[in-house]
């Protein structure tokens, strides 16, 4: 028995897959971590761009309020995601609100400790008619 327990101490056969196994989970959650981080800058970047489209749009007076607001929140409408879309005017400025929240974003479900933050974007434009 004893000679077996030193073989057994000595042996080294099967360490590398004891460490995989080990770091394995803390790998996979880093990677789907940047990920769903990828997913949420990707789609903050498309709602700077809507809420800048939407913006120009009714400066020029191709949209009133409520039809540019419909539109923002259909070209926004990817992936589940729905976000709250407010224009308004005052005088002959005209501002876009985009926000959305985290947990919407995140695909993968990552990040779900961050259930009260939103990503938000804001344009603001002078109206041209």
């Given at each position: 028995?004893?000679?077996?327990?030193?073989?057994f101490r000595?042996?080294?056969?099967?360490?590398a897959?004891?460490?995989?196994?080990i770091?394995l989970?803390?790998?996979?959650?880093l990677?789907?971590g940047?990920?769903?981080?990828n997913v949420?800058?990707l789609?903050?970047?498309?709602m700077?761009?809507?809420?800048?489209?939407?913006?120009?749009?009714?400066?020029?007076?191709d949209m009133?309020?409520?039809?540019a607001?419909?539109?923002?929140?259909?070209?926004?409408?990817?992936?589940?995601?729905?976000?709250t879309?407010t224009v308004s005017?005052?005088?002959?400025?005209?501002?876009?609100?985009v926000s959305?929240?985290?947990?919407?974003m995140?695909i993968?479900?990552?990040?779900?400790?961050?259930?009260?933050?939103t990503?938000?974007?804001?344009?603001?434009?002078r109206?041209?008619?």
């Amino acid at each position: 028995m004893l000679k077996f327990l030193s073989r057994f101490r000595k042996c080294q056969d099967g360490s590398a897959t004891v460490e995989f196994v080990i770091w394995l989970p803390l790998i996979a959650s880093l990677i789907v971590g940047a990920f769903d981080l990828n997913v949420i800058l990707l789609t903050q970047s498309n709602m700077w761009n809507v809420a800048r489209d939407t913006a120009r749009r009714v400066a020029i007076g191709d949209m009133d309020n409520d039809a540019a607001e419909t539109w923002a929140e259909g070209q926004l409408d990817l992936l589940g995601i729905t976000p709250t879309v407010t224009v308004s005017q005052a005088g002959d400025d005209i501002t876009v609100a985009v926000s959305a929240s985290v947990t919407d974003m995140a695909i993968l479900g990552s990040l779900t400790q961050t259930k009260n933050y939103t990503i938000n974007a804001s344009v603001t434009m002078r109206s041209e008619n």
